[in-house]
């Protein structure tokens, strides 16, 4: 944990003590623990001084906060109009047959992670997938399997 | 940078530094471009222009996006205005060795409709009937590189609002100008800029809300991540009218590169005297920050924006008081979208009476718009107020592939309409997408082909805001949840006589009573289906199909014995093992244990596998 609050004081110190900080500090650890451990959500309330009732509230507002681990590979499915009118729906419905989980779960050998996106904004290629950093656009039901496998997995 | 005449002065300094005669090559490397494999032909043109005499060596630029999405990654080569397309990193020495000798690459030109190779970008037709003065810039600018911005005038109109304007004069031209909110609203922004001038307390605060969560939509991503500097200058400029000396953008975090651009133009800004304490010199003092959003839709709306910056959870509150007195920590503030900041710039620059030229009567200027959907050239559109959505569709657009008829249009995201083929003659303005029960929003266009299903994009619209609502207010929470409802039963062949009009109903409710614009516009998708597309739902409702063949519950998957080769791949497809058949032989489905997710359908090259 000492490594952790290291690392938790250095983001608060890019964005001040003040409670309009939270959210800033929240994504920066989100973005280098990949969730949002309880010892660090008590940690930044209590340095904040914002309640941990608050710090909570808003871990479970924002899509982006997750309060469980994610997974080595995350599957991020773009839902967004332009998306769905080209059948991103069964490309999200092929990805949770193959990895045997729901949007929001992890695999029990926490290989992967799936979660759907309002819209990541690039509409002119859709279906987009964003596996981790890499934006996969033109997706099609037969090159999930091809993802998944250059994964690791299968 | 000190003043006016050092910005002069650096201006000249860089133009000297460049050979005007040199060939540049401008290769598209936004979130789009890099999604279709720009970087590796950014690492491509690099070492081969390297591997050049350095006296001989061509200019490069990697900038964000050039609006044509489809034909990426793409190279344009300056001042020929040579367009190249889908170029891939092998072609990086041929189009180097090209641009040195004046020489054009025919077979990796863009061919239009009849197959004619466009050389030059005014050739290509989805150019040509656009007016790209916001976002053409993008080509002129490494978003990395304050000086590209500096080269073309950038920081011009700041300083000529700052030396030769008073605040006052600015709030009048930016009100002469009828500068409409760009996101989504319409709101006159001069208006708004002068309450808030007026406005009593301090600190005053301007924000610009690059929270662009419409599904579809990516204009403010573009901007951002290819021009972050006129964004800047936009709100520089709000900021000295106004008299604000904080400044806040609210960007969404599902746009890293937008994010990351736009700290380094911050931090390049800082560093040139254009942000910070006593601008160029004249004393006046403005800074800016980056919130990034938490992925929450409705973090747009102004006051949940708000709630948001100062650390909660973004729950809008009721607007008793409006923000332009007491907004973001309880004092006035101006919020503005990014493209609405990104339109400041000219209107200083050129002044309102010409910025009135362009546009209708209510509606001034241009507007961006992301064609998407089923069309043939998908990307980012610019062009003046009051073009038809016929030009836009047909036009711009090139139509609909594959052969198929056009069915909607759905403009304005969640909270706008889908207009089918009897209003594309309409001029495209604010007040005229809001008569047809649609509204502009932040200029989302999704284009929709008859295999689309009316029924189906009700709920999908629908289904969003069911999970994107903060849940604060009761009609929003519970009422758009039973339209969801209603909404999949009637998909799922569960639909009973008189759901259209109880859905009817419950909207009303759900418009009058909700407290923020969230709630207030969400049946909106579904009362312009209703509207143009009864005979749908009654199909869904009465006739138990879906004339589109859409909705998963209603329809069935067979295999023509005529057409089936035996090639098995649908076979190999099946997730549930549902088609048999030896190889060679036909093919059949078992529609027990087919769950109708269409793969299938997809894989086969046979036209064998039929859809009812």
């Known amino acids: 944990m000492e490594r952790e609050t290291a690392k938790i004081d250095e983001f608060i110190a890019r964005y001040g003590l003040h409670q309009g900080a939270l959210i800033q500090v929240l994504q920066d650890i989100q973005g280098e623990f990949h969730y949002l451990p309880r010892e660090a959500l008590e940690y930044v309330s209590e340095k904040l001084g914002t309640p941990l009732a608050v710090a909570y509230n808003v871990a479970t507002f924002y899509n982006v906060f997750s309060l469980q681990p994610k997974g080595q590979n995350h599957i991020c499915v773009c839902m967004g109009t332009a998306c769905h009118v080209r059948g991103a729906q069964s490309i999200l419905d092929k990805f949770r047959r193959e990895l045997k989980i729901e949007v929001g779960e992890t695999t029990d050998d926490l290989k992967y992670s799936l979660d759907k996106v309002a819209c990541v904004g690039a509409c002119a290629l859709g279906p987009i997938v964003v596996e981790n950093v890499t934006y996969h656009a033109h997706m099609k039901l037969d090159k999930v399997g091809k993802l998944l496998k250059r994964g690791g997995r299968k | ?612």
């Open chain 2, 1 to 612: 940078m000190a003043s006016f005449d050092d910005l002069v002065k650096r201006r000249g300094e860089i133009a000297a530094g460049r050979a005007p005669n040199r060939a540049t090559l401008v290769l598209g490397d936004g979130t789009c471009g890099r999604a279709s494999g720009s970087s590796e032909v950014r690492a491509a043109l690099s070492e081969a222009i390297s591997s050049l005499d350095t006296e001989k060596r061509l200019a490069f630029r990697t900038t964000g996006c050039h609006g044509f999405c489809q034909i990426e990654p793409n190279v344009q080569v300056l001042p020929d205005e040579t367009l190249y397309v889908h170029v891939k990193p092998e072609n990086a020495q041929s189009i180097v060795e090209a641009a040195l000798s004046g020489k054009v690459l025919k077979n990796l030109t863009y061919k239009d409709g009849q197959k004619k190779s466009c050389a030059k970008i005014t050739d290509v037709p989805f150019y040509k009937r656009q007016m790209r003065l916001l976002s053409g810039l993008n080509v002129y600018v490494d978003p990395l590189r304050i000086e590209d911005y500096i080269a073309i005038d950038g920081y011009q109109a700041l300083a000529k609002a700052l030396f030769t304007m008073t605040p006052d004069f600015v709030v009048e031209e930016v009100i002469k100008a009828n500068l409409r909110g760009r996101g989504g609203g319409g709101f006159p922004a001069g208006w708004k800029w002068d309450s808030v001038r007026k406005a009593e307390g301090e600190p005053k605060y301007v924000v610009c809300n690059a929270d662009e969560g419409d599904p579809g939509a990516y204009m403010d991503r573009s901007l951002l991540e290819g021009n972050p500097h006129l964004v800047i200058e936009g709100m520089l400029i709000g900021a000295f009218a106004i008299g604000s000396h904080e400044g806040y953008v609210y960007v969404r975090n599902e746009y890293p590169l937008a994010v990351q651009n736009l700290i380094v133009a911050l931090d390049q800004a800082r560093e040139h005297g254009l942000l910070g304490k006593n601008i160029l010199g004249s004393g006046f003092d403005f800074d800016i920050r980056i919130n990034r959003g938490g992925g929450a839709f409705v973090c747009g709306e102004s006051s949940a924006l708000m709630q948001s910056i100062e650390g909660r959870p973004g729950e809008p509150i009721p607007k008793y008081v409006h923000m332009s007195e007491r907004g973001l920590y309880n004092k006035p503030t101006n919020l503005n979208n990014v493209e609405t900041w990104a339109n400041v710039p000219f209107i200083v620059n050129r002044g309102a009476d010409w910025y009135r030229t362009i546009g209708t009567e209510g509606s001034k200027g241009t507007k961006i718009f992301s064609l998407v959907g089923n069309i043939n050239n998908t990307g980012q559109v610019e062009v003046p107020m009051g073009i038809s959505l016929r030009e836009i569709v047909e036009g711009i657009g090139g139509g609909i592939p594959n052969r198929r008829k056009f069915k909607a249009v759905q403009t304005g995201g969640p909270s706008g309409g889908c207009l089918p083929a009897d209003c594309l003659d309409v001029p495209v303005d604010f007040d005229q997408l809001t008569k047809l029960g649609s509204m502009m929003g932040s200029g989302g266009m999704i284009v929709m082909d008859e295999d689309s299903c009316m029924v189906d994009v009700a709920r999908y619209f629908t289904n969003f805001l069911v999970e994107e609502s903060c849940g604060k207010c009761v009609p929003c929470r519970e009422g758009v949840m039973q339209l969801r409802d209603i909404l999949n039963d009637i998909t799922q062949g569960r639909g009973r006589e008189g759901d259209v009009e109880l859905m009817e109903d419950l909207s009303k409710v759900v418009i009058d009573c909700s407290l923020c614009a969230l709630g207030q516009s969400a049946p909106n998708p579904l009362l312009t289906t209703i509207r143009y597309f009864r005979d749908e739902y009654v199909a869904h409702i009465h006739d138990k199909k879906c004339p589109a063949r859409r909705c998963t519950a209603l329809i069935s998957f067979r295999i023509d014995a005529e057409n089936c080769t035996g090639c098995a791949l649908c076979k190999k497809q099946c997730p549930t093992v549902a088609i048999a058949g030896e190889k060679k032989k036909t093919h059949v489905i078992d529609p027990e244990k087919c769950i109708r997710c269409g793969a299938c359908f997809e894989v086969c090259k046979f036209d064998a596998v039929i859809k009812e």
